[in-house]
């Protein structure tokens, strides 16, 4: 079985920082890429942002263009979100997924095979 295991979240005042982070484990899996989406109460899931494991092209919803930045580590097979300049409409639950397959398109939830457990992010104004 392959596992995200999110970690990070927490409350933060607006115009703060906080790091989030998405290990795999389990089976030895190879990810084409991998993404944040998060999903704020009464609200859709939405895209945030996503990394291409080969070659590390990166794409990111309008929303947190120049506050948000999604890196990857081989080694550790973790991908890591850099949240910064946070308002309080960032508040929602984020989720780590993974595609196994390639996908030409990596900004839908429906390219993702796995998702983790989610890890809430509070901003207060």
């Known amino acids: 079985q392959v596992q995200l295991v999110e970690s990070g979240g927490g409350l933060v005042q607006a115009g703060g920082s906080l790091r989030l982070s998405c290990a795999v484990s389990g089976r030895t899996f190879s990810s084409y890429a991998m993404a944040w989406f998060r999903q704020a109460p009464g609200k859709e899931r939405e895209f945030v942002a996503a990394?291409?494991?080969?070659?590390?092209?990166?794409y990111y919803a309008d929303s947190v263009k120049g506050r948000y930045i999604i890196s990857r580590v081989y080694a550790e097979n973790t991908v890591y979100l850099q949240m910064s300049s946070l308002k309080p409409e960032d508040t929602a639950v984020y989720y780590c997924?993974?595609?196994?397959?390639?996908?030409?398109?990596?900004?839908?939830?429906?390219?993702?095979?796995?998702w983790g457990q989610g890890t809430q992010v509070t901003v207060s104004s």
């Open positions: 997924a993974a595609a196994a397959y390639y996908r030409l398109v990596v900004t839908t939830s429906v390219a993702y095979d796995y």
């Open positions: 990394i291409r494991w080969s070659g590390g092209n990166t």
